[in-house]
């Protein structure tokens, strides 16, 4: 889930996991609870992972521009993604479904060198564990190293936070490419983003449709009364337009690609949000070769990584067996 905007639900949304934090505000120390799954792996500190990283002088540490960048050429490789629409709950074309996956590409590359492929696209209907079933068993079955699901989620989590994601055991004989140190090998990665989803909703006090022109109900961080201007068809807080979160349509929905996908790929659960003080704390046990300002919390750096942990990408680029 990323970015919730209600600080009254802020207890809840650190009840699940693959949430981006509100970028806006530091990240509380909170625990949150993640659905275990039965091939998780558990490792000691002591058994994890070198990573082969070079580490970064604090002096030399530039801060990221928060602005997407076009991807780097030649990429290290190709994310392969199946695209699976839940038709009980979203309408999404395989066009508009190419482009989110298009502008999430360019975010993973700018963040590892990696792009997203979309291979397969279908659409299908059921809770998100009888979805999975139906296509691994699916003769159609396409081999990819993750899968997206476009749904409102299992109980409408991913309507109300935007998305949440997960690690799946794959079909039998299934060995994934993207070999992370903290699930079984023959995992597939698993996002359930809401399409469409609103960034920063202005005036509508959990409805639909707008019911007033300034904020309420929580929406805007809080801030009551601040003004609503229109912006990508619907009304969005005054302060938030400018935002890295707010600069597409569908730029919150392609980084919750990102996020949810890269969950899988941290020692820290669901506490390797940005800034959180596992976060920090690992980001100084590792070489990790990325900028993170430990002592303050950043907003634009935050929003730059989609407001997961810096390390987790190095992870992610280190898990790749072609």
Known sequence: MIKPWIPALAALVLAFWACNLPASVPPT???LRMTETPFQIKIAPTDLPTLTTTPIPPTSTPTPTPTPTASPTPLRGMFRLSVLVDTDSQTVSREQAQALVEEAS??????TGF???MVDFQETSGTIDAILAKY????GYTTSDGIIIFSH???GEAKLYG???????GPKGFISRFQSPFVDKNSVYIGVVHFGHRYAACGYGGNEEPVSTVSIGGECRGEVGTACVEKHGYQMCSNAVNELYASTPTYFSSATFVHEMMHSFGENENMDHYFTPECTATMQRL???RPYKSQTYDMAEADFYVNMCPYVFDVFMDSYRP
Do not use: V
């Not at 998305?163 to 055991?169: I, L, N, S, T």
């Open 115 to 117: 792009g997203f492929e």
């Open 153 to 155: 989620g299992d109980n």
């Open 136 to 139: 691994f068993a699916s003769p």
């Open 106 to 111: 360019t975010i993973l590359a700018r963040l």
């Open 29 to 31: 120390e909170t625990p």
């Open 163 to 169: 998305g949440y994601g997960f690690a799946r055991r």
């Open 287 to 289: 070489a990790s070769r």
